[in-house]
Every structure is written in structure tokens, then in C-alpha cells.
């Protein structure tokens, strides 16, 4: 039998709710509910692309020249966007994760990132991915197993769809007071209030032309703390929403535009708990004690 690119599949149902956890990245392949798919995912003999459903730790986004000091050591990762030489999403993308617990509607995804030059911490992650009344929910645990302190930042990459030929018809609310531009080498730069320009969604209204690869910040939250990011179309059936905790207060949106398998045919909602470039800046920047762990939810649910 031929191994697929994404390694084993794990299939969570509950209902008429659907979603597919791989092994290679131990991310998020597909997500469905009531006969209708959610996410711009990938087929089981595909490797991933566009970093579709890809889990982005121990940072996400973009790091400028893979260079950053933490108590007062400097370290350098591999450049792995060398058009813009840019160290980009993490390192656990392509590894490997086993499957810690298992059961019909839920799988418990964990792997140990090793000390290595550039990142000389160990993590132990565990990422427990569940169905349930509500939908899908996602919640990742970072545990510092090594001896000393540890800058931590964690997103994940899922692209929401539902079913339209692109998103540019589709209603979308934000609920974000501040952006952050992108340079020419897709790092943030200082944020700026989303009043009166092309970004401000707040109120719920269309994606319009609006080319999306940009960082939103101060979330509103709802009164159980969470942040929603909703994606609706016209008829009935048509729509989506992300939730963040308050651990995430960070969302990259980007519409795909540069992509030829994406542009524009879905939104990426990206959940972070820190923009890129933090390993530099320390805006958002986790800092994780030996033996001490973080925990981060987020989650999607068919509306």
C-alpha cells in the first residue's frame, strides 16, 4: 500500500459532523457538517499546500532573517521562505505525530519537538481535536520539558469555505479594532486603527476586491470570552464561524491572492497567539518556565 503525503488519517464523527486529523504535521485536512464542507481542505493523496490546516508552533507567520536574541542568547533558524528570506510557520509543519488517545468524535494528537540550532528548547505538544453539539473544537497544550525558559507562539492555518466560487460576494465580521499592514517581506508592521479604511469588518459586510494578508488585533469579545470571526453567503447554508479564546489575540486573514490554488476561493482565519515576527519584537511573545504549560483553544462551528 502507498503511504499518503499527509501519513495516517484520523476520522472524528459526531453526527452529521465530520473532520479528518493527519499525522504528517498533526494538523486539520477537512471539516464538514450536514453534508457541507467547511474548510478549503486537501485529498487523502495530496500533500498539503498552502499550509492548509497546518499547525504553526513554536511561532507562526514570519520570522525577518530566522534571527532572533532570548535571554540574552542569539539564535538563528533556516530560512524557509527565501524569496523574502524569512524563517515562516513554525517547525512542526512537516513532522510527524503519533495519537495519544482515541475515541469516535475526538483524537489527541501529541509530538516532542527536540532541541535543535536556532531552537535549542523542548516542547511537549499535545493537540486535542474534538467534534461535538457545537462543532469543532481545537485545544493545543505546550509543556516545557527542557531546562531552561522557552519563547513560545503557537497559530494554526485553517481555510474557511462554503462552497462559493470565490469569497468576494461573501459577508464577513470581524470583530477587530486594529490592523496590522504587511512590509514587502510579509512581516507586520505597527498596527493602525481599521476605522474608515478597507479593513474594517466589524460590521458585517462584504470581502468585496479586498486582497487580504494582514494581521487583526484587539478582538471584541462576546460575554463567554470568545472572539468570532463569521463568513456567510446569500443562501441558506452558507456560512461559517471561527472562534478564539482569550489566549489568541491575534487573527491573520489572507484571501489567497497570490496563490493559484487558492486565490480567493476561500478565506484563511488564521487563530495566533502572537503576530509574526514576535521572536523579535516579543509583541504577544508566550515565555514558558521549565515544567510550566499554556494551553489555547479555538474552534469552528457550522452556522
Known sequence: MTARPSGEQFELVHGDQHAV????????????AGGRELLDGYAPDEPCSSGRGQ??????????DGRYDFDGESHALPIDEPEHHNA??????WERWTVREREPHRAVMEHVLPARPGYPFRLALSIDYSLGLDGLTVRTTATNVGEVACPYGAGAHPYLAVGTETVDALILH???????????????????????TDYDFRRPRPVGATKLDHTFTDLVRDADGLARVALSGLR???????????????????????????????????PMTCPG????????????????????AWGISPS
Do not use: K
Not at 514587502?184 to 505597527?190: H, N, S, V
Not at 478564539?244 to 489567497?256: A, H, I, K, N, P
Open 21 to 32: 486529523v493527519v499525522e504528517v504535521g498533526g494538523g486539520l485536512r477537512t471539516y464538514s
Open 55 to 64: 499547525v504553526l508552533i513554536p511561532w507562526p507567520n514570519r520570522l525577518e
Open 88 to 93: 515562516i510557520h513554525g517547525l512542526v509543519r
Open 174 to 196: 470581524v470583530p477587530a479594532s486594529t490592523v496590522q499592514h504587511p512590509d514587502e517581506r510579509g512581516l507586520p508592521l505597527a498596527g493602525e486603527p481599521v476605522d474608515s
Open 236 to 270: 441558506p447554508g452558507e456560512a461559517v464561524e471561527l472562534w478564539v479564546d482569550e489566549s489568541y489575540g491575534y487573527l491573520q486573514l489572507f484571501t489567497g491572492d497570490p496563490l493559484p490554488d487558492v486565490d480567493r476561493r476561500s478565506l484563511a482565519v488564521e
Open 277 to 296: 515576527n514576535a521572536f523579535r519584537t516579543s509583541e504577544g511573545l508566550i515565555r514558558i518556565e521549565p515544567g510550566a504549560s499554556v494551553t489555547s
